[in-house]
């Protein structure tokens, strides 16, 4: 029998033969069970597996809601009368910035990960996702830090300058202190957490679906996590850009954004905002996917137009991009340009509205809707608060409005209308819909409906006075106000709103407090829903990983619960006595390899230990106990990397139904040359955000760029710089053809011409650094030679993690555990090594070239 | 799969919105650069000649993306190739709704004029 012919065999309907005949071997279940034990005690601190890390992140995540939550309170409270002294204006800086910083960057964000870290690997068949490692890494670098960060407001050091943090007011001349520092590096961890989630959750939804699970069977929030990992991955690179430079300029006095120097406050509101306007849509598109998943399973009806939302996800993902300039309608960017991102941001309308329409035609078709259930009741509560936001948002994306609108408490009745509406209110929905999924008993209906009812008064009660107080003129972020006609009355309506949110979502801690039990069995398919999750699980996911045939599998394959819990489907247990999951083609989700997972180990969370404690280290300037810190972060991680990439020796794995799967992968194909060339990705973001400030700050100040190419360093330094990078990648290439041959005798001039490719490397950076140094050009000087400077020590950079890599697999090597079949961590060097040899030559041609062009 | 072909087949899936960033790309750096210059504005109909580079741009793009359309999914299964098919149409249809939503903006509003409550 052939593969195909085996795995058309195993699909339904053919007299009910199944990839694993029954009765299954005794041992079968316990192997499995003791490869995903937890381990006792302290312990169970090491784990990795989805089920705990996904559970610990969203209640992390949920911590943060509600501090952030205790601080708009103390807001509310300060606002609800005129010339009110309870809070000073130092203080209430503070508290604004750290509310909008910590909703943001601390929940928001971090939720929509944990979610998908939760709920992912399950829905969509998997045993974990990818990297488990990853994801318990970035939590736990996520949780630490987090942490720290918000007690800076404990000690009056926390950021004040609002969560967009403009320049100049942020810079070191009106800033100083280490307040903006702890924003500006506090939240690097969140941004390395971030890109770690992408990574994972798109090589997940690509790379571990169930057989069967086409791409035009995916559930939709699996589509709407793709995306957004798509948004992180070239939204994130700008503001991680924007912060770099701002911290450079604040430590070191590189003018990016100080305007007697040549820089422009500006650059950094459009960096900040090419990542702002997106992070929206990486807040609201996962919650889109929930409600898209919520409502079929309270309706009892598949989702009408499954391929309209579709697109609709992937085209706001897209169109989300074209809107960070609406933003900044009042900053004197021509009108033109002005026009373009205003029709952009009409234009996400129509993806948008697509999206309701759908809901409301599933609505419309219910098939089981009565009596309405507490996540229903949130999903309704959305579509009232989400589309009144979208409409605000639809006037102020016309550019006449917005000038009058701007900075003043309309738009921050829009924004948490869309915000509350669009994110918060479907994440409520999610936590009543899908707790029974992991705990024993699901939460209190009554309790629900209560909290449901006070949020929802509460919200409108507070945002929508909001517009009034904002058409009145009342400006945003001021610490007080004087007792105008009509803002006294309004402000405390609002207050007395957010008191009824605060007391709706203590009734969902109470209720979570009764009734969320976590003890390894779950409460079960209580919604009666289609998707995979709510297969009988344990801490390995399904006992087997079905094939599935349609979009709601647990509906078209009836018997399939039972059918999986006995093992019936494809990999009843574990093999080869580890963790494993396996590996599909990424559009027909064909079965390719069976990928080895690791288990529990201390790495993630010492070396996220060291990640947190380095940012946070080096905020208050204490550098040597920083690199400390950084030093134990890179030796956690180069241990855990160490067991990665074993040798292939496992004979191949019969899953069932004659499909028979080799384990683990090389080259294109295996799943960490995906994730290398995500990063790949997300470092070219990063480049080109460089690019892009480069040529903004040259348009705005082309005066303090060179006129003559005197002032440039002659032709012949950037030309050796080039060639010594082409140079090494030569010899990359060279080691990747030698080591194709498998003779043991080829590793030894491979460790040698490796080590020399890193010293060229270096040396191609050493001599680019020369050549400047030879001008009189310097980078505290002006903005051009800030943002040469930068180029430059980005490029450095990127060298230095090469060289780390190349050394690491010069070490390898030298262990004996590099091969031609054993060569992942060659592949994925290689993958890196070629894209920092492009970036150099990049920015050579723009630091270099560019100037000449013009003198 | 061979990830050629799910490079293809990727690409073509995202084309239009692809084609619709690099459009927004070229026209906002475009605008950018000319208006910070401040380059001299002949006129013809009534719109300056930055502007019909603009209209070129986004006829360019529509073209584009109309080529795009052209191209077939490799997926071997019928399904997944009428999925692909589908959603790449559709994809492209927004995007080209968005392109001239864009490019109207030359007909209605002055090229360079500062953008700010007067």
Known sequence: ?855 | MHPSRFTHDILLLFAGPIVWGLHFLAIYGFTGVVCARALPDARWLGIGWSGWVVVAMGVLALAVLAGCLRVRPLSPAPDDRRFLRWTAVALAGLAALAIVWETLAVFLVPGCAPGVPG
């Open chain 1, 1 to 855: 029998m052939t593969k195909a012919e085996a795995l058309d065999s195993a699909r339904p309907g053919n007299d009910g033969e199944l990839p694993n005949p029954l009765p299954r071997p005794a041992e079968e279940l316990e192997r499995l069970e003791q490869a995903w034990r937890y381990p006792p005690g302290i312990r169970v601190l090491t784990e990795v597996n989805n089920n705990i890390i996904g559970v610990l992140y969203i209640g992390t995540a949920f911590l943060f809601f509600l501090l952030a939550g205790v601080l708009a309170l103390l807001m509310r409270t300060q606002l609800a009368v005129p010339e009110n002294h309870l809070l000073a204006p130092e203080t209430y800086n503070q508290v604004f910035t750290m509310h909008g910083t910590v909703m943001m960057f601390l929940f928001a964000v971090p939720m929509v990960e944990a979610v998908g870290v939760l709920l992912l690997p399950n829905m969509l068949g998997a045993r974990d996702l990818p990297f488990p490692r990853l994801s318990a890494y970035a939590y736990w670098a996520y949780a630490v830090g987090g942490l720290v960060f918000f007690g800076s407001l404990f000690w009056g050091v926390a950021p004040r300058g609002g969560w967009f943090m403009y320049p100049p007011l942020t810079s070191y001349e009106f800033s100083p202190g280490d307040n903006a520092d702890f924003w500006l590096l506090g939240i690097g961890f969140i941004e390395i957490s971030a890109i770690a989630g992408a990574i994972e959750i798109v090589v997940g939804v690509l790379r571990t679906r169930a057989p069967g699970m086409t791409l035009a069977r995916m559930p939709i929030y699996a589509w709407s996590m793709l995306v957004v990992a798509g948004l992180i991955i070239f939204a994130f690179p700008a503001v991680i850009l924007a912060t770099l430079l701002l911290e450079v300029e604040r430590s070191f006095q590189w003018p990016f954004f100080i305007a007697a120097k040549g820089g422009d406050p500006l650059l950094w509101q459009h960096l900040f905002w090419f990542f702002g306007h997106p992070e929206v849509y990486i807040i609201f598109l996962p919650a889109a996917g929930m409600v898209s998943m919520i409502i079929p399973a309270m309706t009892g009806r598949p989702l009408v137009g499954y391929r309209l939302v579709v697109l609709a996800l992937v085209g706001t993902g897209f169109l989300s991009f074209g809107l960070w300039v609406h933003h900044m309608f009042t900053t004197g960017i021509p009108q033109l340009s002005v026009s373009f991102f205003s029709a952009a941001s009409m234009a996400v309308a129509v993806p948008s509205g697509i999206q309701v329409f759908a809901w409301i035609a599933t609505v419309a078709a219910a098939r089981r809707m009565r009596p309405l259930k507490t996540p229903m009741l949130f999903v309704l509560g959305f579509f009232f608060i989400f589309v009144l936001g979208g409409l605000t948002g639809v006037m102020v994306a016309v550019v006449p409005f917005d000038w009058q609108a701007h900075d003043t408490y309309f738009i921050v009745a829009h924004l948490h209308y869309v915000l509350i509406g669009g994110m918060v209110f479907p994440l409520f929905a999610a936590l009543y819909f899908w707790a029974p999924y992991v705990s024993r008993k699901p939460l209190s209906e009554r309790i629900g409906k209560w909290a449901f009812w006070l949020m929802f008064i509460g919200v409108n009660l507070t945002f929508f006075p909001m517009h009034l107080t904002g058409l009145a003129g009342m400006p945003r972020r001021v610490y007080t106000y004087a007792d105008h006609p009509g803002w006294g009355a309004l402000n405390l309506l609002s207050t007395g709103g957010a008191y009824l949110i605060a007391a709706g979502v203590l009734l969902v801690v109470i209720d979570m407090a009764l009734h969320f039990r976590i003890s390894g069995r779950n409460a079960g398919n209580v919604w009666n829903a289609g998707t995979l999750e709510w297969l009988p699980n344990g801490n390995y996911a399904s006992r087997s990983i079905p094939r599935v045939t349609g979009r709601e599998p647990l509906w078209e394959q009836p018997g399939l619960p039972r059918e999986v819990e006995q093992g019936r489907w494809y990999l009843p247990g574990a093999p080869t006595g580890r963790r494993e999951t396996v590996v599909t083609s990424p559009i027909e989700a064909e079965p390719q390899y069976l990928l080895l997972m690791p288990g529990p180990g201390w790495s993630p969370l010492v070396s996220a230990l060291g990640t947190a404690g380095f940012f946070l280290l080096l905020t208050v300037k204490m550098v040597l106990p920083a690199l400390l810190f950084g030093v134990v972060a890179i030796v956690a991680l180069l241990k855990w990397l160490w067991a990665s990439d074993p040798e292939p020796d496992h004979p191949r794995v019969d899953i069932g139904g004659g499909v028979l799967l080799p384990v683990q992968m090389t080259g294109p194909s295996s799943h960490s040359w995906w994730a290398m060339v995500v990063l790949v990705i997300v470092s070219a973001s990063i480049f080109g955000s460089m690019v892009f400030s480069y040529l903004f700050l040259w348009t705005v100040s082309p005066d303090v760029w060179p006129t003559s190419t005197a002032v440039l360093p002659g032709w012949v330094w950037p030309a050796i710089s080039a060639s010594l990078l082409l140079a090494s990648a030569m010899l990359v290439r060279w080691c990747n053809r030698r080591l194709l041959r498998a003779e043991s005798s080829t590793q030894r001039s491979l460790q040698a011409v490796l080590g020399a490719a890193v010293l060229l490397l270096f040396a191609s950076v050493v001599v680019e650094v020369a050549g400047h140094l030879s001008t009189p050009v310097s980078p505290t000087q002006s903005a051009y030679g800030a943002a040469v400077y930068m180029v430059g020590a980005l490029q450095a950079f990127f060298v230095a993690v090469v060289a780390c890599m190349g050394l690491y697999t010069i070490a390898r090597s030298a262990c004996g555990m590099l091969s031609a079949r054993r060569r992942q961590t060659f592949d994925n060097t290689r993958l890196f090594w070629y894209y920092a040899v492009a970036q150099g030559l990049a920015g050579l041609a723009l630091v270099h070239g560019f100037p000449r062009l013009l003198a």
